[in-house]
């Protein structure tokens, strides 16, 4: 079924680990290479008790390309020790990085209920400005990936590609870009002209693909597979496209629906809706 | 219990019947006036098989000023012969909120899955336009209120204040402003200088409040009491007010758990919540 599919060039589709979350990072290698998928992003749940050497090595023997690792960030905090240790450990994921040979760290930037966003903004830029000499000894580049406004009390203040492309700007430093995932930011009458403005300034490092459903039914595990939804695929990757972007389309799905599915077709049915819908 | 606690006036308290669906529009009245509550906005639904005009009197009679019916709206279609059945449905909202007394209708505009939102904004300008001439007939005005970006797929394409103010000015029409809902805009950066703006065109009509949960588990009904979340309600209020709004503070809570709760014990936190978070 799947060879009889007329499929569009895969040579730009990454599969993001957790999207296949039951999968060992091993059995996901294998079985994207095998279905035609080319790169693949992985999560750092996924490199638990495992040597990121060693993995990185079999991703690549697969003829698989690593594009980043998910993620870093979470650098805002209620107090100084919080935000030491969120430093710290995003020290530990650049090494982890390095070691795999991701080029990429996708930033979850951080916001905890009750804070002024604006403050945890103010955090989130101190936390990457510690980072970035180790980015530079390490060569590894940050990707701040905006959050849909849902996701403002605890997981971003950073809600709008507009406050990213911002905050790139403030930070003025090559390493440091910018992850726009189609979910967050589908919504923003802004969308067109701030991904213009991303691509003006050198700063789309990742473009990540999924749809969102009506009705969505969890705020967090109930992505769509592309097609599933509304969000205009084809229009916004024209978009980013134009505005110079060549990477890949990182399909990155949380879905408890799509997890309970058996994961070898679902599997068929990612690289379908990429072909689709992408 | 109630009587010993150290109550703010609570001139400017408006609860909306939603907030304690399960009491039908007389009995809601009735504990509403006892507990102190001197606003009410009635939700249509609470007026089925019901004389609108008898209801606005009985609230009347028990004290209460009625603030605005909720809702109208839902102009965006994909066809014409729904963009026109919407029309009819609010031009019977606004001889019911005629009927009942109530000076304003909240609209929550409208969006229909993949169609493009900017098409939606247009049909929903030309959905407001379009019972206007009603509005003025009747002496009703509308507020357009903007609703969260996770509800842009199907609620609304309206989806920031600044898309409500553009609206507002596009349509130019003393009978059309804007209802703040913090829950809807309190993410926004934006904010704080929209509702200045707001409040400079003349165009904020109503306020409501609520919480944002961490974590919220139902994207339409896990909404919280005020204090329960993260939402600056204090700061936003004083914005409001700098703005020059002078009205009602409007309760409008969602939340399958609290209305799973005794609803007089209910009342009396509403009661207690606004006096001290809002």
Same mark, same amino acid.
């Given at each position: 079924?799947?060879?009889?599919?007329?499929?569009? =060039?895969?040579?730009?589709?990454?599969?993001? &680990?957790?999207?296949?979350?039951? $999968?060992?990072?091993?059995?996901?290698?294998?079985?994207?290479?095998?279905?035609?998928?080319?790169?693949?992003?992985? $999560? *750092?749940?996924?490199?638990?008790?495992?040597?990121?050497?060693?993995?990185?090595?079999?991703?690549? /023997?697969?003829?698989?390309?690593?594009?980043?690792?998910?993620?870093?960030?979470?650098?805002?905090?209620? &107090?100084?020790?919080?935000?030491?240790?969120?430093?710290?450990? =995003?020290? @530990?994921?650049?090494?982890?990085?390095?070691? +795999?040979?991701?080029? +990429?760290?996708?930033?979850?930037?951080?916001?905890?209920?009750?804070?002024?966003?604006?403050?945890? @903004?103010?955090?989130?830029?101190?936390?990457?400005?510690?980072?970035?000499?180790?980015?530079?000894?390490?060569?590894?580049?940050? !990707?701040?990936?905006?959050?849909?406004?849902?996701?403002?009390?605890?997981?971003?203040?950073?809600?709008?590609? !507009?406050?990213?492309?911002?905050?790139?700007?403030?930070?003025?430093?090559?390493?440091?870009?910018?992850? #726009? /995932?189609?979910?967050? #930011? $589908? $919504?923003?009458?802004? +969308?067109? !002209?701030?991904?213009? @403005?991303?691509? *003006?300034?050198?700063?789309?490092?990742?473009?990540?693909?999924?749809?969102?459903?009506?009705?969505?039914?969890?705020?967090?595990?109930?992505?769509?597979?592309?097609?599933?939804?509304?969000?205009?695929?084809? *229009?916004?990757?024209?978009?980013?496209? !134009? %505005?110079?972007?060549?990477?890949?389309?990182?399909?990155?799905?949380?879905?408890?629906?799509?997890? %309970?599915?058996?994961?070898?077709?679902? +599997?068929?049915?990612?690289?379908?809706?990429?072909?689709?819908?992408?």
């Amino acid at each position: 079924m799947l060879s009889a599919f007329p499929f569009q =060039n895969l040579s730009k589709l990454c599969v993001h &680990t957790i999207t296949t979350k039951s $999968w060992a990072i091993e059995v996901a290698a294998d079985k994207y290479a095998k279905a035609g998928v080319k790169g693949i992003t992985v $999560w *750092r749940d996924a490199l638990a008790g495992r040597s990121p050497g060693q993995v990185g090595a079999r991703i690549r /023997d697969r003829g698989l390309e690593i594009v980043s690792l998910c993620r870093g960030g979470f650098f805002a905090g209620y &107090t100084a020790t919080e935000r030491r240790a969120a430093i710290d450990e =995003n020290r @530990r994921a650049i090494a982890e990085a390095k070691a +795999l040979g991701a080029p +990429l760290i996708v930033l979850v930037c951080g916001a905890v209920p009750g804070q002024k966003l604006s403050e945890s @903004r103010k955090q989130i830029q101190e936390g990457i400005a510690a980072i970035l000499p180790d980015c530079a000894a390490m060569e590894i580049k940050l !990707a701040i990936e905006p959050l849909h406004p849902m996701y403002a009390d605890s997981r971003s203040a950073i809600n709008t590609l !507009a406050q990213a492309n911002d905050m790139c700007e403030a930070l003025a430093s090559p390493l440091v870009g910018v992850a #726009v /995932d189609v979910y967050h #930011v $589908w $919504w923003d009458p802004a +969308l067109e !002209a701030e991904i213009a @403005r991303c691509g *003006r300034i050198g700063k789309i490092f990742a473009y990540h693909v999924c749809d969102w459903r009506t009705p969505t039914i969890d705020l967090l595990n109930d992505r769509g597979l592309m097609g599933e939804g509304c969000i205009p695929l084809r *229009r916004i990757r024209s978009w980013v496209e !134009a %505005a110079g972007f060549s990477g890949f389309n990182e399909v990155e799905v949380f879905s408890n629906r799509l997890w %309970a599915m058996n994961q070898d077709e679902y +599997l068929q049915q990612i690289v379908r809706a990429y072909s689709e819908f992408v």
